[in-house]
């Protein structure tokens, strides 16, 4: 669930919510002729001001901030990779850096851009400078493309740093281990980003120094060429001879960001397995321990670190308030948004342009914890026979009997900071909508809201990893490997025999896990994005993923193109479509939980620590009340709608009297979208899942709705929409562009690695079969987010965790592969039978249609 603003991370400019296509600009323009070097400047500014929250969307930087450029004279019409380039940066107490992200014709995400960084060393006039890209959302690193920089002019003060630069081939993006694209001048218009920090580098003298995330504001400016378009361009450009003044190195390229080795331990070359679990989250942990129920030997790998301190995880407050006791930041509910906002090192996927929690727990262990019953007709809408509600009646009460969840997670059965729930739910009532126990009345989700529950135990996160895996680790043939990542699997035909893994981070595995021979299974539970990308580097997917990969470094390990699977992996990408609506009222207060994740009050951090009691047992940020809404659609389809309420602004409004009203459109959402991999083997949402005209004009309605349900409530004002302002004309105002993704997203991304019954293998749209099964394997499965055909109702982590305990059943409940002689047949593409050959033989390919055993 997202709950705050988007990511700040280590670059904060990574949010890149705006599209400046659509005239979403948070910057001033002008010109501005540098009195040094008599160049004039097309100028995005950021006037000095105070920075609220993480800065996004900023207007304002302590001490300002500007950017200049001039393209040459004829890139309206000609595209120009070259520009000269003016940075006023802003160094607070002598101190700090600036990033200039450069952007393409649609946004400037963090993820796949060039992001130029620069900084006073503190010798003189001297700016350190270099060139980082970030493949996902992590602490970017050396760029190795083509781009340069020549300095041309550069001065220090003590509050100040200015430079004239020339950034040859930075407006194309050409790392070789990356995925190549160039921004188009002669399109009008494209995107930079920036950020701003106060704290120094690690090391300032050093230009390829780590350094924090960015506290001192960040956002996205338009470039519009014509004015940025100089006449006289070529006769500013520096010549190659051009020595560059004040002491500044003439180019920079940054010494190369050391490549991370880590200690590990190698697999046991003597060791089988009959089930090995990939990814330790959700569905991961319960479907683990299902299956070593049965005394099969069960190994559950999960790239990440332990988060929960049950298991050893160490991450708490930098100011050390959780330091000597048993509770890590992931264990405080009153924590839970961290990885939003600051808290994503080490702890975010680093593979993927979306967000995502790579540590034990997955997204369960990073996200708001919301633990809902499903709404009965998901699962009779969504999806096939065997799935049906009825079909999973009895996972749901076993998973709600070990985690019953609950609405008043404070030890003291009170609920702290209601005041945004008491502001809304006055007008839900004076407009008959009905308030329920949400868990108790499941399938009520049309016109009623409710208190939000949590997985929540014991003023504790809790979860699966208190309960499931507390009685799996019980268990002699349970094992659990951390801080290890699968890189692929290992088959022959449709037969898994083994798995590659690395170490991850120090204490990890490395070599080949083997299989226990003709009974031992996979299951693949690594998240709609992990899931997808071991499938691709595992050769099953569509062939043009296939062909990536093959041309990346995996290459010389992937397995023959013979023996790929073409199946439909990575498309029916889903999530909740979400629009952010805002309200204000005199009488809602915010709790500043930013600030309590580092320096709590005093009262709260002692209740909590003592008792599990007040505001730090709850969800960050005052979440409720959660509300839903039935609307049928102008295709006569009824869409599941679902509010969230939070005491936070958003959409560039402050905090204080505001509150965020998500509206996320679930069941019955026709947008469907894709992710694919990139050749550095990261992936990336290359199809947003969002935009059927049927949904915007569904979606529009249920706005109107809101407003007129509210409307009873005095001194209550709408901010966003604005008054007398339609839900239609609202959404228009709100680009569905990939720039703004994170405004649009719910982060509750599902359905890469589809269930049906229509298998891919023949044209349909399945990967996997209603026993989890991928088609064409008898031995590989899928269990987690990715096989959802659609979207349910609520936040999906309780859901996901009653899949994995139906599956554990279906699995369980197969039978096993057996051997084929000569001749008979073990593939092809309506094969759905064993692809195991007996001793002495192989499955090999005759045609598109048949293989056999020979």
């Avoid at 979306?354 to 709404?375: E, P, S």
């Amino acid at each position: 669930m997202k709950t705050t603003n988007f990511l700040s991370g280590v670059f904060g400019v990574a949010t890149c919510l705006v599209s400046a296509v659509l005239a979403q600009d948070f910057a001033t323009h002008g010109f501005f002729t540098e009195p040094n070097t008599n160049i004039t400047f097309y100028t995005s500014f950021q006037q000095n001001g105070s920075i609220s929250g993480d800065g996004e969307f900023s207007q304002t930087s302590v001490g300002g901030f500007t950017f200049g450029i001039a393209l040459p004279g004829n890139a309206v019409t000609v595209d120009s990779y070259d520009y000269i380039g003016l940075i006023i940066g802003s160094t607070p107490g002598g101190k700090g850096w600036t990033g200039i992200l450069q952007g393409d014709n649609t946004g400037a995400g963090m993820p796949n851009h060039l992001i130029l960084m620069a900084w006073p060393t503190g010798n003189g006039d001297e700016i350190a400078t270099s060139f980082r890209y970030a493949p996902a959302y992590q602490l970017p690193v050396a760029y190795q493309g083509t781009a340069s920089i020549t300095k041309m002019y550069s001065h220090v003060n003590s509050t100040h740093f200015t430079m004239v630069y020339f950034c040859k081939r930075c407006l194309i993006f050409d790392d070789p281990t990356q995925t190549s694209f160039n921004t188009s001048t002669s399109k009008g218009t494209y995107e930079q980003g920036w950020a701003q920090a106060v704290s120094a580098p690690v090391n300032r003298a050093n230009p390829a120094s780590d350094f924090s995330q960015h506290d001192n504001g960040q956002g996205e400016f338009q470039i519009i060429v014509s004015s940025a378009a100089q006449a006289s361009y070529t006769k500013w450009v520096p010549q190659p001879t051009t020595a560059t003044s004040t002491g500044a190195s003439s180019t920079a390229t940054p010494t190369a960001t050391p490549t991370s080795t880590f200690s590990s331990v190698p697999v046991p070359t003597s060791a089988t397995y009959d089930y090995v679990i990939i990814g330790g989250g959700a569905a991961g942990i319960p479907i683990a321990d299902k299956l070593s129920e049965s005394g099969k030997s069960v190994l559950l790998i999960e790239k990440g670190i332990a988060s929960s301190a049950r298991w050893g995880g160490t991450l708490r407050p930098e100011n050390g308030w959780l330091d000597g006791t048993n509770l890590t930041w992931f264990d405080v509910p009153g924590e839970c948004n961290r990885i939003w906002n600051g808290g994503s090192a080490g702890v975010a996927c680093t593979d993927t342009d979306q967000m995502a929690g790579c540590v034990l727990g997955g997204g369960a262990a990073v996200n708001a914890g919301l633990w809902w019953k499903a709404n009965p007709v998901d699962w009779d809408y969504n999806f096939p026979a065997g799935w049906k509600a009825t079909d999973m009646a009895a996972a749901t009460e076993r998973v709600f009997s070990r985690i019953p969840g609950t609405d008043h997670p404070s030890l003291d059965g009170k609920r702290y900071l209601q005041s945004g729930f008491d502001t809304v739910s006055k007008g839900l009532a004076n407009a008959n909508w009905t308030s329920v126990t949400a868990n108790d009345v499941p399938g009520q989700k049309n016109r009623t809201y409710a208190h939000t529950p949590y997985m929540y135990a014991h003023g504790e996160r809790g979860g699966p990893q208190a309960t499931y895996l507390v009685t799996a680790m019980a268990r002699k043939n349970f094992q659990m490997w951390l801080n290890t990542s699968v890189e692929r699997i290992n088959r022959v035909g449709g037969h898994a025999t083994g798995l590659d893994v690395i170490a991850q981070n120090n204490g990890g595995r490395v070599g080949t896990v083997k299989l226990t021979p003709v009974t031992g299974r996979v299951i693949v539970a690594a998240g709609t994005f992990g899931t997808a990308k071991l499938l691709f580097r595992s050769g099953i997917g569509p062939t043009d993923q296939l062909q990536v990969v093959a041309s990346s470094t995996d290459g010389p390990k992937m397995i023959n193109s013979t023996s790929w699977i073409n199946l439909p992996v990575g498309y029916s990408l889903i999530d909740h479509f979400n629009t952010d609506t805002v309200i204000s009222h005199p009488d809602v207060s915010y709790y500043d939980w930013p600030a309590a994740w580092l320096t709590p009050i005093v009262s709260d951090k002692d209740n909590y620590l003592n008792s599990r009691i007040g505001p730090l047992a709850q969800a960050a940020p005052n979440i409720g009340p959660m509300m839903w809404e039935e609307v049928k659609g102008p295709d006569g389809i009824v869409r599941q709608f679902q509010w969230t309420a939070r005491v936070e602004g958003s959409g560039g409004v402050p905090n204080g009297n505001t509150m965020t009203l998500s509206l996320y459109l679930g069941r019955g959402s026709v947008s469907r979208g894709r992710t694919t991999i990139g050749k550095g083997l990261n992936m990336v949402v290359s199809t947003l899942p969002y935009g059927d005209k049927n949904d915007l004009a569904t979606t529009a309605i249920a706005i109107d709705h809101m407003v007129s349900a509210l409307k009873t409530v005095s001194n209550l004002t709408w901010v966003l929409p604005t008054a007398n302002q339609s839900g239609a004309d609202y959404l228009t105002t709100i680009p569905l562009t990939y720039a703004n993704i994170g405004a649009r997203r719910a982060n509750h991304w599902m359905g890469s690695t589809k269930l049906g019954t229509d298998s891919g293998l023949t044209g349909g749209t399945a990967v996997v079969d209603t026993n989890t099964k991928i088609y064409g394997t008898d031995n590989i499965f899928v269990v987690d987010a990715s096989i959802w055909p659609g979207m349910p109702s609520t936040n999906p982590s309780a859901l996901i965790v009653v899949a994995a305990e139906h599956a554990a059943e279906k699995i369980q409940a197969l039978a096993f592969p057996k051997a084929i002689g000569k001749h008979g047949q073990c593939g092809g593409s309506a094969w759905t039978g064993s692809s195991l050959c007996a001793a002495g033989l192989t499955c090999q390919v005759i045609n598109s249609r048949i293989s056999q055993c020979l």
